[in-house]
């Protein structure tokens, strides 16, 4: 074995071109062998090589080997030969055929029998075809063990990736699992499909510990049942990206991924309302701000398709803007659609740039999907958390109706209704003064769409448990009964577009969440689809622990989506329009103006004070966490004399030279 396994290596580093002498070698070896066997079954006795005329071994090994280098058999790589070029093996021997039966025709005496002829033929398919798959055999056995795999769906999808990976060496397909009873028992790429039951049979006898899905024309509901069938057993569950994605050379199939979060929540999709998708957009200059955050990235995705007049992208991240003007230029040329797309830097909170932003380039929708959105960071970070939420939002609603702006989408959060933190009050805060100033005016229409926790968003729990998960734990969980509304990024920008065409002005538009998911439950289904298994009191050997940190400053257990019941249906399932108290104008007017002044005097004690003020559902779980206010109010309560020398970490007094002079 050792010294079989050392010759291919060696015949592996030969140059190429010493490659193809060997094999053409070999081949016209095999030509003269396939001619002699030919006549020894047809005159029952052996004939060797020189018992025939050297004319016509000649035109055989001549026909021969000018068919395979014509077909490209001395240019393939033999250890990812296709089954194409494998027929095609069929053509050169039926063409070697027929010259030698031109010649024999025209040019010999004796004429050579056609059962000779045919035999050839099939001699010479069987050597072309054989011995390249018997390379290909050698090579693949001199990759290290491969890891038994089972894929699930055996269609297309399923045949051509079994296909791709017995070429690619990392993987061994052992069998294929299908729902579909009428395929069970039955052969494709020459192994069987078994029912999602014999998993089981399969993990005992063949090893396998991962399953490939390869069912890109299922429903999210029906993934989620394969996912629910599959997760019992302790398998890593994995997705290989798109066949034409490998063939295309932009992925390869050792590029697996985890299972997608949407295929976790297993809703499923509403078919959208095509009049509401191009109320807002088709035909208009659309901006969207916060272009290069989760949701407004996809905002963009999704409008350019639409068929904008122009898209604006605001961003205050240079990186951000970057990122997602490339890759819409490359959208919007690969799919040959004509969108004119703007690049700007800039903050909503500049009310100058964004009066001449919108002025300019006479903007008619706006999507305000910037923001500061998470809960502990903004709590430690009040000032500018307002400063962002509120007077961002603020600055830009006014610069919009000043411009004559038709319609103006904030993208609000559930975290707005009943807030226990600063991040979901300055949200209803921003609300709020929306509605305000939607009683000044009947020319721009301002609404609100109000939805939870998007998957795989920036700071969203399922990237985060995946690296977890892949670091081999712990994962964190902050409390065993915690619960959150989900979904997907596509589907929320999706639902934010067409609620924005339903607005009347001043409306709250809330989306169905559907069912809330407990953050633990979610935590032990990764686990669990990643072939492992949870490691607690009644698992003690499991592979991964879950952790419980405890709830973060001003964190609930769970959110809400509406203030009341007060709440109709529109004209899409999965969007109600719910009827909320506002306040005056004039009050608003009057919060902002005070709340202005309290940021510019960083007194969060006032700040916050107006907050519960402007928003009466507000119920602080805790003090004030802002991180510069602590120190500042700590800083302003110790003695001088107690100030620490950073390099001794002991306290010491300051020298009178060294205190800073007072002028009088």
Not at 8 to 17: F, G, M, S
Not at 106 to 123: E, K, N, Q
Not at 545 to 569: C, M, Q, S
Request: aromatic letters at 6%; charged letters at 20%.
């Amino acid at each position: 074995m050792d010294s079989s396994r050392k010759l291919v290596e060696k015949l592996i580093r030969l140059p190429r071109p010493a490659k193809s002498a060997a094999m053409m070698l070999a081949d016209l070896c095999a030509i003269c062998l396939a001619l002699c066997l030919a006549w020894s079954l047809k005159l029952d006795e052996l004939v060797l090589p020189g018992q025939l005329p050297w004319s016509q071994l000649a035109v055989a090994a001549i026909s021969g080997g000018v068919a395979l280098w014509g077909f490209g058999f001395y240019s393939a790589v033999n250890r990812f030969i296709s089954r194409a070029a494998l027929l095609r093996s069929g053509i050169v021997a039926a063409f070697s055929a027929a010259v030698m039966l031109a010649y024999n025709v025209f040019f010999c005496d004796s004429r050579t029998s056609m059962s000779v002829l045919i035999i050839y033929a099939v001699f010479m398919l069987l050597h072309v075809g054989g011995n390249r798959l018997v390379v290909r055999a050698l090579l693949s056995s001199r990759q290290s063990v491969r890891e038994p795999v089972a894929i699930y769906g055996a269609s297309a999808a399923g045949a051509q990736l079994a296909a791709t990976l017995r070429d690619s060496g990392a993987y061994e397909v052992v069998a294929f699992l299908d729902s579909n009873r009428a395929l069970h028992g039955r052969t494709v790429e020459g192994l069987t499909v078994h029912a999602p039951e014999h998993l089981v049979q399969l993990i005992d006898k063949a090893r396998v510990v991962r399953v490939l899905l390869a069912i890109p024309n299922h429903s999210s509901r029906e993934r989620r049942a394969v996912l629910d069938a599959l997760e019992p057993h302790g398998v890593h569950v994995q997705t290989v990206p798109e066949i034409a994605d490998i063939v295309a050379g932009n992925a390869s199939v050792t590029d697996l991924r985890e299972v997608d979060a949407a295929d976790l929540l297993g809703r499923a999709q509403v078919a959208p309302n095509v009049a509401l998708l191009h109320g807002c957009i088709r035909g208009k200059v659309v901006m969207v701000s916060g272009a290069g955050g989760s949701i407004g990235s996809e905002l963009c995705r999704q409008i350019v398709r639409l068929h904008p007049a122009q898209l604006v992208l605001l961003e205050m991240s240079e990186a951000a803007l970057y990122q997602i003007d490339r890759e819409l230029r490359t959208m919007i040329a690969a799919e040959q659609l004509f969108v004119d797309v703007v690049a700007l830097l800039g903050n909503a909170h500049h009310r100058h740039r964004m009066r001449e932003i919108l002025r300019t380039y006479r903007i008619q929708t706006i999507y305000h999907a910037a923001a500061y959105k998470h809960v502990p960071i903004v709590e430690q970070n009040i000032i500018e958390g307002i400063h962002n939420n509120v007077f961002s939002t603020y600055y830009i609603a006014e610069a919009a109706l000043e411009c004559r702006v038709e319609t103006f989408v904030l993208i609000s959060s559930d975290k707005a209704v009943n807030p226990t933190n600063i991040m979901g009050t300055t949200k209803r805060f921003a609300e709020l003064t929306l509605q305000g100033m939607q009683r000044r005016t009947t020319r721009t229409r301002f609404c609100m769409v109000r939805f939870g926790n998007v998957l795989e968003s920036s700071g969203s729990v399922v990237p985060l448990f995946r690296e977890q998960i892949r670091r081999g734990g712990p994962v964190t969980v902050t409390h065993k009964d915690i619960i959150r509304y989900f979904m997907t990024i596509p589907e929320a920008a999706q639902l934010v577009i067409q609620a924005g065409s339903m607005a009347h002005g001043g409306d709250v538009f809330v989306l169905d969440m559907s069912e809330p998911i407990r953050i633990e439950d979610l935590a032990r289904r990764m686990i669990r689809l990643s072939g492992l298994t949870v490691r607690d009191a009644e698992n003690p050997d499991g592979d991964i622990e879950i952790v419980y940190t405890g709830l973060r400053p001003a964190e609930k257990l769970y959110e809400e989506l509406l203030i009341g019941d007060n709440v109709t249906d529109t004209d899409h399932p999965r969007i109600m329009r719910a009827t909320e108290h506002s306040h005056s104008w004039a009050r608003m007017q009057q919060l902002l103006d005070d709340l202005l002044t309290a940021i510019t005097e960083f007194n969060c004690e006032q700040a916050v004070a107006l907050l519960r003020d402007a928003v009466a559902e507000y119920r602080p779980l805790g003090g004030i966490q802002d991180l510069v206010w602590l120190q500042s109010q700590d800083a302003a309560t110790t003695p001088r004399s107690q100030v620490t020398d950073i390099r001794s970490h002991r306290p010491r007094s300051r020298p009178e030279s060294d205190r800073p002079q007072v002028a009088s």
